[in-house]
């Protein structure tokens, strides 16, 4: 398999302890991508109101739900992706991610299980995204509990645990926020559904990209899962 190095290649250190101690190169694997990209959008010069090199985008990467277990490896699979601006707030990706909870129903329906579901807005919709060291609650609703107040008393137990923060999801814009590229985040919704999710990229928007503000947030990729 070094045959394909040059000899300058094989000068390399890493490539010396390879050799000297016998071992293997994994083998990579041809798969098929476990997701699809989303069609963009094309610029109608009537309709763009972003000028370009005034505004940034925030590709967010978020992954599936799942069960953690200490005796059990589970790898995060890849869910969806968005792209917001800096300009949106945190309550208008919310607004707009999908997840099969979003469609309940969360209540005591057994008196009548086969009645269609009537969507009420006063109904308790509860949910915060933690980035960096802040919760940001969902607090439009004044019924909504505060899925963090258990965590931040339970931090404070702890002396090895850092003090967290709190903030109003509604208030705060993506600009606003303090991040670190490809840190782990969490967006926790419907009681005990998680999503983890990271920053994978900040880029000031350009001609390639689509410029009509009323687009964003907007899905970029999906699972094919």
């Not at 476990?34 to 985008?57: G, Y």
């Not at 707030?89 to 009537?118: A, H, M, V, W």
């Not at 969902?138 to 002396?159: C, F, G, H, M, Q």
């Not at 999503?195 to 009323?214: A, G, K, N, W, Y």
């Amino acid at each position: 398999v070094f045959q394909v190095f040059s000899d300058e290649a094989l000068e390399l250190n890493c490539l010396k302890y390879i050799r000297k101690n016998g071992l293997q190169f994994k083998k990579i694997m041809n798969k098929e991508r476990p997701f699809v990209k989303t069609s963009s959008t094309r610029n109608d010069e009537s309709e763009s109101d972003i000028e370009t090199l005034k505004e940034c985008i925030i590709t967010l990467r978020f992954y599936e739900p799942f069960k953690y277990t200490s005796c059990i490896k589970n790898q995060p699979r890849f869910h969806q992706e968005y792209q917001v601006l800096g300009s949106n707030f945190l309550t208008e990706l919310r607004d707009k991610f999908y997840c099969q909870c979003n469609f309940g129903p969360f209540f005591d329906i057994s008196d009548n299980p086969n009645e269609e579901l009537q969507h009420d807005p006063k109904q308790p919709n509860p949910g915060f995204f933690f980035i960096h060291d802040t919760f940001f609650n969902d607090t439009r609703n004044p019924l909504n509990p505060d899925y963090s107040e258990v965590i931040l008393n339970w931090a404070k137990k702890l002396s090895y645990v850092r003090d967290f923060k709190t903030a109003s999801m509604e208030e705060t814009k993506f600009k606003d926020l303090r991040i670190r590229m490809g840190y782990p985040c969490v967006y926790q919704h419907h009681g005990s559904c998680e999503h983890l999710f990271c920053v994978t990229s900040v880029d000031l928007i350009d001609s390639s990209d689509s410029l009509i503000r009323s687009e964003y947030p907007k899905i970029n990729a999906l699972s094919k899962r």
